[in-house]
């Protein structure tokens, strides 16, 4: 079992990325799949959630407005697409993948993002 982000990097404020997380070894479109990030010092929070179908999205209030995810079933991949950065979004951004199901869950090794100038 794998799950591979992608994506992180440096950007200035208001800027932009794309992160993506590549599924394999487990069946992808029975898991909801979800963003969590952590910045230095602080617990680990949830960012954003999708459900196995795609059909229902979930954001933190921090994000809410600015982040959206989305996933496609066929490529074994869900992405986070994050506008309008903010110094505060600097993170380990994680991709995490559960079965409501077996209850079994993965994560990923997570990817850097920094917003600074």
């Known amino acids: 079992v794998q799950l591979v982000e992608s994506g992180g990097g440096l950007v200035q404020p208001g800027g932009s990325l794309r992160l993506s997380c590549a599924a394999s070894?487990?069946?992808?479109?029975?898991?909801?799949m979800n963003w969590y990030r952590q910045a230095p010092g602080k617990e680990r929070e949830l960012v954003a959630a999708?459900?196995?179908?795609?059909?229902?999205?979930n954001y933190a209030g921090s994000v809410k407005g600015r982040f959206t995810i989305s996933r496609d079933n066929a490529k074994n991949t869900v992405y986070l697409q994050m506008n309008s950065l903010k110094p505060e979004d600097t993170a380990v951004y994680f991709c995490?993948?559960?079965?409501?199901?077996?209850?079994?869950?993965?994560w990923g090794q997570g990817t850097q993002v920094t917003v600074s100038s």
């Open positions: 995490h993948g559960w079965n409501s199901w077996s209850q079994y869950e993965y």
């Open positions: 999708i459900t196995a179908s795609g059909g229902t999205t």
């Open positions: 070894g487990f069946t992808f479109s029975n898991y909801v």
